[in-house]
């Protein structure tokens, strides 16, 4: 049985697997590195840990289950336009929210849903049309902002619209994205 804590971001909720014996360290890599004392911990997605806070303001549950992720993709990765700012825009337009930090995951959830067999998340998406709209910070200037990228330099109509519901229609990639397909629709 896995036990997850559950918790809710700004586009969605996430979870962090949740440690509170000594036996559910097995097999993590924390074995001898946490100790019965410093529990309960949970592990984060980027190889570490850190103490549990029930009283932590985002915490929403803790959640047992036999499944590897407690989370459905709608619930991880919010639907919903208004709180859109980036993430992945299916060929029909479809929106789904994630942090500047999460599109591979969110990709990875996606392909599982419609790419099964994909071996590489984001490539697949990008073959099947998706589009992602990233944080567009070139790591040099202070200035964030967004910035959409289409893997095969093509959108859908629906997409263009989407885009154009959320204000990214000025943007020059996306001018040359709608340039470029503008006489197929």
């Not at 924390?30 to 019965?36: G, Y």
């Amino acid at each position: 049985m896995n036990k997850f804590a559950i918790y809710r971001s700004g586009v969605g909720m996430y979870y962090y697997k949740y440690i509170d014996t000594l036996e559910a360290l097995a097999g993590s890599g924390f074995e001898e590195i946490i100790t019965e004392e410093q529990l309960p911990v949970v592990l984060d997605d980027a190889g570490g840990y850190f103490k549990f806070n029930a009283e932590d303001h985002q915490f929403v549950e803790l959640v047992e289950t036999e499944d590897d992720v407690p989370l459905t993709l709608e619930q991880m990765f919010s639907m919903d336009p208004e709180k859109f700012k980036l993430g992945w825009v299916s060929p029909e337009g479809d929106l789904y929210s994630c942090s500047y930090t999460n599109h591979n995951k969110c990709a990875e959830m996606l392909a599982a849903k419609f790419v099964p067999d994909a071996k590489y998340p984001e490539l697949a998406l990008g073959r099947k049309g998706w589009i992602k709209v990233i944080d567009s910070w070139d790591g040099k200037s202070r200035k964030h902002g967004q910035y959409v990228y289409s893997d095969n330099g093509r959108l859908t109509r629906r997409q263009a619209d989407r885009l154009f519901d959320l204000g990214l229609y000025k943007n020059a990639e996306v001018k040359k994205l709608i340039a470029a397909c503008e006489g197929e629709w």
